[in-house]
T-cell receptor
């Protein structure tokens, strides 16, 4: 069974602070994805990482895929209230089983 | 269609009744996934299809749950003899194929068993 463990499950910080969210597994994944979900909506893709050691940046968000392709991290610099939401990591390439972590509920306080 | 469509959006049913939840994926998408999601939690995998073939049903909680995708497009998740513990948000997602990693989600069906 492929499991993805996210930490922390809850994170509440002040605007302007930096934060890192982790996604870990004992399984190797061909790709890992990060999604963000707003209340009442479905998850929306932020990024896909496919190569071990890969780093991708999306404005103030930096995503890294572990060298062994078992873990990933999401780092947010200078967090803003608009970053508030549920962040989900997911593993499994196209046409494969896609499993999600339990999510990190992030709250950025003004 | 333009996006993944699920129906109904809300379903209230009495305990013991059967319910059928429908998912209409993005046209041409090979893979279709069903999840159950508790509030504030990540989607819990139930089952998925490539074309009409059910590839993995290991997440279905018990034999009251079943799913089909007979023509490789629309899928139905059926729950027989519903119980209160089946109350949840059920979400469907689709992906394009072998090289397509992004999953597109529908708005979900909120099932309430009373």
């Amino acid at each position: 069974t492929q499991l993805l463990e996210q930490s922390p499950q809850f994170l509440s910080i002040q605007e302007g602070e930096n934060l890192t969210v982790y996604c870990n597994s004992s399984s190797v994944f061909s790709s890992l994805q990060w999604y963000r979900q707003e209340p009442g909506e479905g998850p929306v893709l932020l990024v896909t990482v496919v190569t071990g050691g890969e780093v991708k940046k999306l404005k103030r968000l930096t995503f890294q895929f572990g060298d062994a392709r078992k873990d990933s991290s999401l780092h947010i610099t200078a967090a803003q209230p608009g970053d508030t939401g549920l962040y989900l990591c997911a593993g499994g390439g196209g046409a494969q089983k896609l499993v999600f972590g339990q999510g990190t509920r992030l709250t950025i306080n003004p | 269609g333009a996006g993944v469509s699920q129906s109904p959006r809300y379903k209230v049913t009495k305990r013991g009744q059967d319910v059928a939840l429908r998912c209409d994926p993005i046209s041409g998408h090979v893979s279709l996934y069903w999840y159950r999601q508790a509030l504030g939690q990540g989607p819990e995998f139930l089952t998925y299809f490539n074309y009409e073939a059910q590839q993995d049903k290991s997440g279905l909680p018990n034999d009251r749950f079943s799913a089909e995708r007979p023509e490789g497009s629309i899928s139905t998740l059926t729950i027989q003899r519903t119980e209160q513990r089946d109350s949840a948000m059920y979400r469907c997602a689709s992906r394009g194929g072998q090289l397509a990693t992004e999953a597109f989600f529908g708005q979900g069906t909120r099932l309430t068993v009373v």
